[in-house]
Each structure stands twice: as C-alpha cells, then as structure tokens.
C-alpha cells in the first residue's frame, strides 16, 4: 500500500512538473500598438493641457501673494 502511495505521489510530482514546463515554455504577445497610439496623441494632449493649467494657476497665485505682500 505504501509503495502504490509513494507511486503516486511520484507520478504527481512529475506531471506538474511537466505542465509547469509547458506552461513557462509558451509565449503570449500582446498587441499594444492601439494603446501607445492611444497614449501619444489624446492622452498626452490632455495631460499637457492640464499640466499647463496646474502651472499657471500656480504662477498666478504666487503673483497675487506677491502683490499682497508688497502692500500689507
């Protein structure tokens, strides 16, 4: 009985290891081209534009600090 056990824990082992083989030996490729076409031209736009406002924004309220600071 013990034999019969082992056996098939032996033969368990050496199936896994033979469709973890197969797995890892398989290559999958992605086609990305949609999405890097997709980030280089709206969604770049669309974060130049925001970033351009975020500064702005920035610059402004800094030159109203600067105003309050000069007369108070």
Do not use: Y
């Not at 974060?47 to 030159?63: E, F």
């Amino acid at each position: 009985m013990g034999n019969k056990v082992n056996a098939v824990k032996a033969l368990l082992v050496v199936g896994l290891i033979g469709v973890a083989g197969a797995a890892s030996a398989q290559t999958t490729s992605f086609d990305v081209s949609s999405a890097v076409t997709l980030i280089n031209g709206d969604i770049r736009a669309a974060i130049v534009s925001v970033g351009t406002a975020v500064i702005g924004l920035a610059a402004v309220a800094m030159g109203i600090k600067w105003v309050k600071a000069t007369f108070f």
